[in-house]
C-alpha cells in the first residue's frame, strides 16, 4: 500500500519554527523546497495543505496541522475522513526523544505509544486506531526529566541541528521509496549498519 498523505506535527507560530518539537513542521517544508510546492491553508480542514507529485503520477498530500502538536489530531481525522483514506496510507512525521539527533526510524504505530502527545492526539482523534506509520527524526533526550518541556521547545544546538539536517535530507531523498513502501530500503539506505 503506497503513503497518500503525509503529516508533519509541530506548533504553529514563528516562535517555534526552528524548535526540535517542530522538526515533522521542517521536514514538510524541506518537502515543499525540494518540489516546488505551495503550501495553503484550509480552514475546513484545519490546516495547510498541499500535492507532491512523484514519477509524474503519483499524488501525495502534505499536511501540516493548524494547531499546536498537542492538537494535532483534528486535522488529521478531517483529512482522512474526507478523502477516506485507510491508516497504511498515513505517515506522520514527528520529533522522537528516544532516538539520537541524526537517526531517523520508521515504524507502524502501535497500541502501547503514549509518550508523544502530538502522536496519542491522532490515535485518540482517529477513535483510538493506531496502525498507521511514522517517520521518528531524534532529537535526544535531556538528562533530567524535569526539563523535557523545556528542551522541545528550544533549538537544538549547532552540532545537533547539523547532524539532524543532514538526515531529514537523506529522507527527503529517500522519500520515493517512502511512498511506495519501500521502508525496509530506505532504513539501509540511511542507516546501512542497521
Do not use: W
Not at 127 to 134: A, D, E, L, T, V
Amino acid at each position: 500500500m503506497t503513503i497518500k498523505l503525509i503529516v508533519g506535527i509541530g506548533n504553529i507560530g514563528a516562535e517555534y519554527i526552528n524548535t526540535r518539537h517542530s522538526i515533522g513542521h521542517r521536514y514538510i517544508h524541506m518537502l515543499t523546497k525540494k518540489y516546488k510546492v505551495n503550501l495553503k491553508l484550509d480552514k475546513i480542514l484545519s490546516g495547510f495543505i498541499g500535492s507532491l507529485t512523484i514519477c509524474k503520477s503519483m499524488t501525495v498530500q502534505l499536511l501540516i496541522p493548524n494547531s499546536y502538536i498537542n492538537e494535532s489530531g483534528l486535522a488529521v481525522y478531517k483529512y482522512m475522513k474526507l478523502y477516506r483514506l485507510d491508516l497504511k496510507e498515513l505517515l506522520v512525521v514527528h520529533d522522537e526523544l528516544d532516538l539520537s539527533p541524526g537517526m531517523i526510524r520508521i515504524k507502524l504505530g502501535n497500541k502501547l505509544y503514549e509518550s508523544h502527545r502530538g502522536i496519542q492526539n491522532i490515535i485518540n482523534n482517529l477513535s483510538n486506531q493506531y496502525g498507521f506509520y511514522r517517520l521518528r527524526i531524534g532529537i535526544g533526550r535531556p538528562k533530567n526529566k524535569n526539563e523535557i518541556v523545556n528542551f522541545v521547545l528550544s533549538s537544538p544546538s549547532i552540532h545537533e541541528k547539523k547532524k539532524i539536517d543532514f538526515i531529514m535530507n537523506q529522507a527527503i531523498l529517500c522519500i520515493e521509496d517512502i511512498i511506495f513502501d519501500k521502508f525496509v530500503k530506505v532504513m539501509n539506505q540511511l542507516h546501512p549498519k542497521i
